[in-house]
């Protein structure tokens, strides 16, 4: 559970590791990272920091995902999930409180790992996932505006709304040139792919756009002209100054961070499940991750977890071991070392069109409609999570999403749970003529069955249906249809022990199942009520109730 893929194939695989399937990773490796390396720069300057923050997110957090995750194929780095969330954080608290919160994530996430929340992260319910996945989407797409039409603004709002109504009262500032570069950079990577596969989309719009705006001297901001020269080197890890103050106020942001990153990784690896026939190993992928995170802080990146898009194209391009994954990082090094000064010539409005495709793709439109078709409730947590996503923010969004799921959860389960009188029922089940009169129900003698999970949420039908009993000696209660009980359940099973007593009235509880028995024990019911009052079945519990009967006559 806790062993990395790599080493696993090292240990036992090693028929794997032949010099062609090296060979084949490495360079599906290299042209993951020519679709990574546009992705990174745009999504580190979309976040609101420099380009090479992204690469670096790529280039450390990516390797140390590869190298220790629980997933053959996982291609690690910066995602479009997390711009609005680290945007925020940049803006309130600077570069130190992103490092700060990235820390705190990454330490979260491994302690998820270690404590083995793999699985219970695949619970989270898919309204509220599509929900906030869209939004996110939404508001990704709208930071984008200024630079593809060429705006020049420089203090736009951080609200959705206040953020369109600024780029609507300005469209008369909108750069033509801008605007041509910008959708000839979406044109290529929407048709280019159709044509010609050897080289990604992505990577042959920002060349060619660069090349025009170049050889045309064309008035478009590039990265250079927006950032200045970039470092063409990795500095040194670096701790920032900690304040309680200000990890406090990263509390929040820190968790979102790493249930996004959790969510988004596990989602990555199951789809690569999918696509190569294997199976990943959640806790350890939720442990590398965690590391990733924690390096690519010390480091001066971006949060990072597994994405999709270069998972798939990972896969699709032959890898099959981790090697593939390291591959990437190490190629996204080299060009950083190397070719920084002409990454620096990406027109700005190229890196919007590839964020534009990326919004569009994260955006997930046709499970967003799909779900139209679902019940109410789940119509009403997708339309609330995306909602508060856009207009307010992503925090609100996932504890306000998770919270209005798990009351409608709630009372979806107190809807199907039922406690009905089940002395016809039992008269209807005999098939022999000879059951009938062990079948009878004896005077006095009432018969309830419980159905579903007795939990808090049924707890008060349970209460409200049996306080009422009158002229009862015994009462028998049927659970063979009670999976599960929580301390509410028990507490409701309690008051209506203590009204028995309070009216003479004893108890038989039939077919117990496995979990609320040993509830019932913990709380010392068992003993309470005698274990002579449970019963192995109905039977049995009609043939008890009609001798208790008889002495009391």
């Known amino acids: 559970m806790f062993l990395p893929k790599f080493y696993t194939i090292l240990k036992t695989s090693r028929d794997e590791l032949t010099s062609q399937a090296v060979l084949r990773d490495i360079t599906a490796g290299l042209v993951v990272a020519c679709i990574a390396l546009p992705l990174s720069v745009a999504l580190a300057i979309a976040s609101g920091l420099t380009p090479e923050k992204g690469l670096i997110t790529a280039v450390v957090a990516g390797f ?270 080299l060009f950083m070392l190397c070719f920084m000064p002409y990454i620096s010539l990406i027109p700005m409005t190229s890196l919007a069109a590839i964020l534009f495709v990326v919004s569009y793709k994260m955006s997930s439109w046709r499970s967003f409609a799909d779900l139209f078709k679902a019940p109410v409730s789940d119509i009403l947590v997708l339309l609330t999570t995306f909602g508060l996503t856009v207009l307010k923010d992503l925090v609100a969004a996932i504890e306000f999403g998770l919270v209005l799921a798990a009351v409608l959860f709630m009372k979806r389960m107190s809807e199907v749970y039922q406690v009905s009188n089940a002395d016809d029922d039992i008269l209807e089940e005999v098939h022999d003529k000879d059951d009938i009169e062990f079948k009878k129900i004896a005077a006095h003698v009432t018969v309830y069955e419980i159905n579903g999970p007795f939990f808090f949420g049924a707890a008060n039908i349970f209460v409200n249906t049996l306080e009422n009993m009158k002229d009862c000696r015994v009462l028998i209660l049927r659970m063979r249809s009670v999976p599960a009980m929580d301390a509410t359940g028990y507490h409701a099973l309690y008051k209506i022990y203590k009204l028995c007593v309070a009216h003479d009235t004893q108890m038989i509880l039939s077919h117990v199942q496995p979990q609320p028995v040993k509830l019932l024990n913990k709380f010392g019911f068992t003993d309470m009520l005698g274990r002579e009052h449970f019963c192995k079945n109905i039977d049995a519990s009609l043939k008890k109730a009609k001798e208790i009967v008889g002495k009391l006559k």
Do not use: C
């Open 64 to 333: 140390l995902i590869s190298l220790l995750g629980g997933s053959r194929v996982q291609v690690a780095g910066p995602t479009g999930a997390f711009v609005v969330i680290v945007y925020g954080i940049v803006q309130q608290y600077g570069t130190d409180g992103l490092i700060i919160s990235t820390l705190m994530a990454g330490f979260i996430l491994a302690l998820m790992g270690a404590l083995k929340f793999g699985n219970f992260l695949k619970f989270i319910p898919y309204p509220v996932v599509t929900g906030f996945t869209s939004g996110i989407a939404v508001v990704l797409f709208s930071t984008q505006i200024n630079d593809f039409l060429g705006l020049g603004l420089s203090d736009i709002p951080g609200e959705f709304l206040a953020k369109w109504h600024v780029y609507i009262r300005h469209l008369d500032l909108a750069n033509p040139q801008t605007l041509a570069v910008g959708l000839l950079a979406l044109g290529i990577i929407i048709f280019w792919p159709k044509k010609f596969k050897w080289v990604p989309g992505y990577l042959a719009a920002l060349i060619i756009t660069a090349l025009a705006v170049k050889i045309f001297n064309l008035n478009v901001a590039t990265i250079q002209s927006t950032f200045g020269n970039m470092p063409t080197a990795i500095s040194m890890p670096k701790m920032p100054q900690l304040s309680p103050h200000i990890m406090a106020g990263l509390i929040k942001p820190a968790l979102v961070i790493a249930f996004l990153a959790g969510i988004e990784s596990l989602l990555s690896a199951v789809v690569a499940d999918g696509m190569i026939g294997k199976k990943h190993r959640s806790n350890m992928e939720l442990v590398a991750t965690g590391i990733g995170n924690i390096a690519s802080a010390l480091f001066g990146g971006l949060p990072a977890t597994g994405a999709i898009a270069r998972t798939a194209a990972n896969v699709d391009n032959g890898a099959r071991t981790p090697i593939a994954g390291m591959a990437h990082s190490a190629f996204l090094l």
